[in-house]
């Protein structure tokens, strides 16, 4: 951490800063220039952190030099990609992930008529949303168990691994029984408890980035479960807010590659939600493929003007095959391959 | 709900426009101007919005109509203020709430000392973190029941009631036992089974804005405790994100007034976060009484400097009866009064 | 236009909505729902706008229905896109525009050194600032006139036509003289004297979007260029600012396909002031053009670490060619083939 | 300037570094620690910037440490503040100044009738608008040379010296002779020459924030007119653009206070255009002078009703003195008094 003084700070200050950095045990060394001093703090980010040294007398700025994320950096892997392994699907370095299905599981028809059609179009997952977040009490929150249920029944059937989401950690069990990845929602990424108790199950984990959430938040997000020993963590950029109302989400693809520069994680994008419409799904989706994203998480249905939430930006099963075909092409692009089970 | 259909919609999209709002059991209105033709579909918003019309042939634009709060609205108490009272003390209406207190609990001592301070200075609330939402996992998470026990304590003492932040709902026991107003962090905001939980405990419930919540969604967060049958909501404004890195978070004084417009809920702001450092509180706090806030959350310490977490935006203790004095004359501006305990 | 009326509102405000707006010769159309009135209004939007109803009593909303902008507009030519001929380069349509060069034109050598390099792997035009607009006052602004020069030079080499940004309308008389496409940059988005101006030229002219600029906005500075009979209008989306501190500007990639949905006019990418880094530029290039962009504006220095502006985002002059490669594939991708001049 | 090098920086990237440092006449200051070095920069700011070290081989990161505005800082005048003489009345420090008047001027009778009003009621200076910016070719431009003479002519009569706003560097003789205070609308805050031009003339300037400038750019945008020798520069805060939807734009109220401990510059707030309603333009304007600004700038109507733009956010004449005396009021709880003619 470096404390950059003001202009006119005295020597007593500048003392009262080091004594203050070297009293949690941590080494200060400072740089006396003509206009400013400038203070390196050297030792536990935390201990030093917890100082409070921004509202410290003649301190202009204290400027972070390390990450607050460990676990999660490219440094802690040595910049090795990290590969997740989901019932012989990959997910991370060479390998892209095509992870399809529909927002919510609305009946046991929907749900197998899209997932033999997102498996014979090469899918490598199956998603679809059992718990759902609603913004409004009184919109349909989700089949629950019984989801899950239809879940486990579309897994059985096309081999397809299923990605639900968690929302309350009391339901836990129920969905780790079916899930074989567990999504964690964008309203969620700071849900600080519900990450912890993911990251004790061990199970791989796919964490959306909250809606203004920073690139550093989400990575700390990741932290939270891989403190607990789960190394299996799958970041999802799916887009960020801001003041542009022409669209839903601003879909935010810079992020692929500086996440794959910061952390060594998979990153995978979510065009669906941040386009909210289905003719933006397709070149979001070239899009995310052709900057390197890891895998693309998609919405699918076979009759997306009768399902029961987000029909317009759900595509339609009959049509996933040609777009699956477009999506390898562009992942092609960024040197990946897609992944699917092993013959 | 109105239908904006496209410049050159056929005749036929619009029939189906129109068929499909009627078959949802909503009545279809249609107004076929010389460029445009617009339908108004009246019925159940839920329903009509689950028809996903955004998406359909011909459709330009869906534009809501009504408020998809309803309990929240201003309309629901035909212009009146929500009045809460907690332990005597009045919360909305002409009532200015000045809520203070150490960010977190971090002792026995702090605790009391702060507590003592505001309550001689004429605060109307005890606030203390027992359990803390931390971006990082290797950051202090409060003191938990042993913070509460503290508050409890605190309590006693000066007759002050608590306002505490649940994080999860498996605390929901014990932070109730202790708390008069239960706290939903920012971070929380939609956390919808959390709130649920809290709605069903009848125990008046402070809800922080989220960093990049519509005053909209706060309203559908507030909805989700409303509809629990618990009246007793306190909307509050902490800040958003946004390109600004001069200062933590932009502190939404606009939204003041706007949520005054839209709801009877009462509104207090929370300025130490947005703020960040100490210089800024006391300007914000004057700006915030003046808009017509209801109240203020202000965090407050004996030894800032000293503080686990947030020292640089904390008061110091011994200050906060001159800062006390100059809310009260800013919310006098405003035709508020100070709430205490009534003689 | 819509105009929305509060649940509450009278006949008496009802009916005085519906004089205004026949008072401008607009023709009021009412729907009365049990909840809510809604008056459509038919006839000038700017004459309705100018009523000013979002203040009128009983008034909830005024919702506009029909786009501001006319001339940028899909309809006003039928879906057909727009294709912009330069000195035999096509831009818009198929036609995929790799427009390439130095940020700023600092000599002869850097100058032609660099359009012989973009020229030999293909690029469409020659990008390069002789008129650079500066944060500070203090930073180099760019070498004027005899940066014009040097682009004429460049340009007699090596047939390259030139995109070259105009500041101030007082300098267009020398920037036509020498530009083949007129830029304008994103801080004069909304200069709308400067826009009018060079309408009047007819000079094709590529307006980068404001940092915070909607796309309506952002058509609506096309609209000035249009109004004074110059069809030649190029957008181009160059990042916008977001909360996010790990890069320089969040690059909407949405606006690409969004934005050619809206208008019939070409859209470009530039990555590089979005990425402020190397590394990032490659990734979002290839994104943009798979997301459709019509073309990508980027910036190309013989020795970036000598640049005098913006060196870390240029590329190499030595590796464009390998990056034009990739370039190409991607947008073959999006259907689109590289325009070069014809043989 | 810091250099951050990279965790495994090897030891040739960061002599390679330092060199380059030292290349440009400045020194450099490497402090190794375990984890990382940072090599403080000591030298002219733009030469160290020019030299792009973001790129270099080893860097992770520059971090800026002096403020790139000189003029405009605190330090320059030891944290005395500006005060600003137009035609009598005083500009800053313990001055309020209450600047009201039409958005536009529309008509003789219109900005006579508002200038009388707000004279009346103890306004410091009339504003009003012979050149609008307006988003739409389409709208109202204004009356320009015919509305600067209205102005001249109102002066005339009540003595209130003049803002308004030069948009065309073409246009500022004409201005300069009517104006005793040139605004800068938000959407030329960054139009370099302009600001250049107006710096010249030495007239009072007051630059608006750009919808999306950060305060250091606004400070910048400052700097461009003090570096010509003008010193009568006025900061004003009127709005950021941001996520929320509920009003027109978010007003930064944090903005005045953070601004005021970067800048000896009086900052004062425009309420109007961020509330775009009436009803919030009150609630702002206490909050604003709550918060310490120097003033206010705010537009008021005989008949908004009628106004040709931006009626509904315009206060009516007639209420204006019930205004005035509670803006008044908020302002001496921040130890101002309003600026009026000297008797």
Excluded: W
């Excluded at 020597?11 to 203050?20: H, L, M």
């Excluded at 490219?74 to 399809?100: C, N």
């Excluded at 693809?253 to 799904?281: F, I, Q």
């Amino acid at each position: 951490m470096m404390i950059v003084m003001k202009a006119g700070a005295s020597e007593a200050e500048i003392e009262s800063v080091i004594r203050r950095i070297e009293s949690v045990g941590a080494r200060a060394h400072p740089s006396r220039g003509e206009e400013v001093t400038v203070i390196g703090a050297i030792g536990d980010r935390e201990h030093v952190a917890r100082l409070g040294l921004e509202g410290a007398p003649g301190v202009a700025q204290v400027v972070p030099i390390l990450k607050p994320y460990k676990l999660a950096s490219q440094q802690v892997r040595a910049g090795q990609a990290t590969v997740i392994d989901v019932e012989g699907r990959k997910i991370g370095g060479e390998h892209f992930s095509l992870i399809a299905g529909p927002c919510t599981v609305e009946s046991r028809d929907q749900t197998l008529t899209t997932a033999r059609a997102v498996s014979a179009a090469g899918a490598s997952l199956l998603r679809g949303g059992a718990y759902k977040p609603r913004t409004s009490p009184y919109a349909f929150q989700g089949l629950g168990q019984e989801g899950l249920r239809l879940l486990a029944e579309a897994k059985a059937e096309t081999g397809l691994p299923i990605v639900t989401e968690l929302m309350d950690a009391r339901d836990i069990e129920a969905v780790v029984e079916v899930a074989d990845v567990i999504q964690v929602g964008a309203r969620n990424m700071q849900n600080y408890s519900l990450l912890s108790e993911i990251g004790r199950t061990g199970k791989p984990v796919l964490i959306k980035r909250g809606l203004s959430s920073t690139l550093e938040e989400l990575l700390m997000a990741a932290e939270y479960v891989l403190k607990e020993g789960n190394p299996n963590v799958i970041l999802c950029e799916r887009g960020i807010r801001t003041f542009e109302t022409a669209y839903r989400f601003t879909l935010d693809l810079t992020a692929v590659p500086v996440l794959k520069e910061l952390s060594h994680l998979p990153v995978v994008v979510d065009p669906s939600h941040a386009a909210g419409r289905r003719s933006l799904v397709e070149p979001l989706s070239l899009a995310a493929a052709a900057a390197g994203a890891d895998g693309i998480i998609v919405e699918v249905h076979p009759q997306p003007d009768e399902a029961i939430c987000d029909g317009p930006q759900q595509l339609y099963a009959a049509e996933f095959a040609e777009y699956a075909e477009k999506v390898e092409r562009a992942a092609a692009l960024a040197g990946k391959v897609l992944s699917n089970m092993p013959a």
